[in-house]
């Protein structure tokens, strides 16, 4: 007896959910010998587009991107995208083991708030109509109620690059995240409408001449590369396992208002499943507070346990940290270490 399509998806979408997780320490290793040789990616720099390290986790994300493509095709998506989950889990168990980065109780407990209220959503989520050509998912793009979410979010998008970045970048995480996340939104849209012309092309039914198709093609494109961007620099700026269950809840989120509004998906749906829906966003913004709350505790303690105070003969006033762990270490290294030269 044969492999169902569903087993297949869901091995699929499991091995997509290792792979992702695995590339986020890889690149984050990656970052960290860049910026040991040149500018970091949190303050602008490129340096580690030479490092083969990053590249390595390049390389894996994009074959977990694959992998998770092709589950769609074998099994539902109410399957495969809670196993999305899955990356935050293994980001997390490897940031603790290989970077140092400990994720303390309260952060655990928002890591689980988070993955709970995302199942609840896609678990509640309505069944997706696939359109059957470029066209249609065009028509569906031009409709008014989608041009103005996607005016709405270019509109943040640019507020958040030109404004926000350079004030609260470093130091607030939702800065960078936002810009991949609502970016992710629009990137999504573009590559089901990609992935419809190339299977539809497949079957003979040729998608390359239209001029929707190139057009989708070049939006994809673009979002990809500012997802990158500001993935990078988030993961060069904060912690592993903080990046990786926000990024997953804001682009989550954002992906299924995206679809609802794009698809009409909460169209002749029922109130529970739609009063579910909105308890599922409620559990997510809770465990994104702990997460931020986990942070600033983590912070918090470091700056209190391991803060020595030493004056020099020209009235330099020095603090120096020192505590046990190369992720804290790293701190020491770019935040922690302040040189205060007094007038006296």
Sequence with gaps: MGVSNNVVGLALAMVSGAFIGASFILKKKG????GKSGTRAGVGGYTYLLEPLWWAGMITMLLGEVANFVAYVFAPAVLVTPLGALSIIVSSVLAHFML???LQRLGVLGCLSCIVGSVVIVIHAPEEHSPTSVQEIWDLATQPAFLTYAGSTLVLVIALVLHFEPRYGQTNILIYLG???LMGSLTVVSIKAIGIAIKLTL?????IDYPQTWLFVTVAVVCVVSQLNYLNKALDTFNTAIVSPIYYVMFTTLTIVASAIMFKDWSGQSISSIVSEFCGLLT???GTVLLHTAREQEIASASASGVAWQVDTASAISWCISIGTDDLLKNVEEDYFV????SA
């Design 31 to 34: 970052l960290r010998r860049a």
């Design 203 to 207: 079957e003979g039914i040729s998608q």
């Design 339 to 342: 040189a205060l030269q007094s």
């Design 100 to 102: 140092k980065e400990r």
């Design 179 to 181: 810009i991949c996340s």
């Design 284 to 286: 997510i913004l809770s």
